[in-house]
C-alpha cells in the first residue's frame, strides 16, 4: 500500500537554570503523539528478507532530558580552564500497529522502530587563558534500538546494540599566524552490531580515523 504523511503533536516543559557565565541546568520533559508513523519492516519471503515501509496505526512516546555545563574552577584554580558538559535523554515509546495488512503483523508490543531507551552525549573541554590552544573530549553511546520490526510468523526484531564513541579535538598555535589542528574520531572503535534474537545480522568495524591540517592567517 502506498505511505502516507506522519502528522506529530509535541508537548514539552522544560526548567533552565544558569548559576554562572557558560554555565547549565537544564530539564526538559517531552512528550510525542504520532499519528501514522512510518515503520521499516522485515518481511520474510523465500530465500531471503525484504525490508518494505508502512505506516502504522499510531505511536507515542514520551522522556526527559538533562542538560548540564560546569566549569571545574571551583575545585581549584588549576582546574580552572576546564568545563565538563552533559546531555542525558532517556524515552520510552510504543507502537499501536492498527490494522495494516503488514504493520499489524509486526510485534505490537515493542518500541518504535529507531527509538532507543536512552542516549548519552558528555565530554571535557580545555580551552588555555590566552586562548589560543582548545581541547575536547566527547563521549556519545546510544541505547539498542530497532532497525527493522519482523512480521509473522517470526516476530524477532533486529536490534542495533550500543556502541561506544569517544573522539578528540585540539587546536594549537605553533607560532604567529599559525594554527595546527588534530582531530581524532572513533578512538574506541567500537564495532557496529545488529542482532535478531540471537542472530547476529551485521558486524563491522568503522576503524580510528585521523586528521592533522594547518591554518595561516595574515596578520
Known sequence: SSLVRTLVQNYDARWEWYPNVNEVLSVAFFAKKFDGPIEQIDVATSGASQLSFINAESAFNYGVEIEARKRLGFMGAALDPFELFSNVTVMNSRINTGNSTL?????????????????????????????????????????????????????????????????????????????????????????????????????????????????????
Open 103 to 219: 504493520s499489524a503483523l509486526t510485534n505490537d508490543k515493542r518500541p518504535m522502530v529507531g527509538q532507543a531507551p536512552y542516549v548519552v552525549n558528555a565530554g571535557l573541554t580545555y580551552a588555555s587563558p590566552s586562548g589560543g590552544t582548545n581541547a575536547t573530549l566527547f563521549y556519545n553511546v546510544v541505547g539498542k534500538r530497532i532497525t527493522s520490526a519482523a512480521v509473522a510468523p517470526i516476530r524477532v526484531d533486529t536490534y542495533e546494540q550500543p556502541r561506544n564513541q569517544l573522539d578528540l579535538s585540539l587546536r594549537f598555535p605553533v607560532r604567529s599566524g599559525l594554527t595546527g589542528k588534530l582531530d581524532a574520531k572513533n578512538l574506541m572503535d567500537a564495532s557496529y552490531e545488529e542482532r535478531q534474537g540471537d542472530v547476529v545480522r551485521y558486524r563491522y568495524r568503522n576503524g580510528r580515523s585521523f586528521s592533522f591540517g594547518m591554518t595561516w592567517k595574515l596578520q
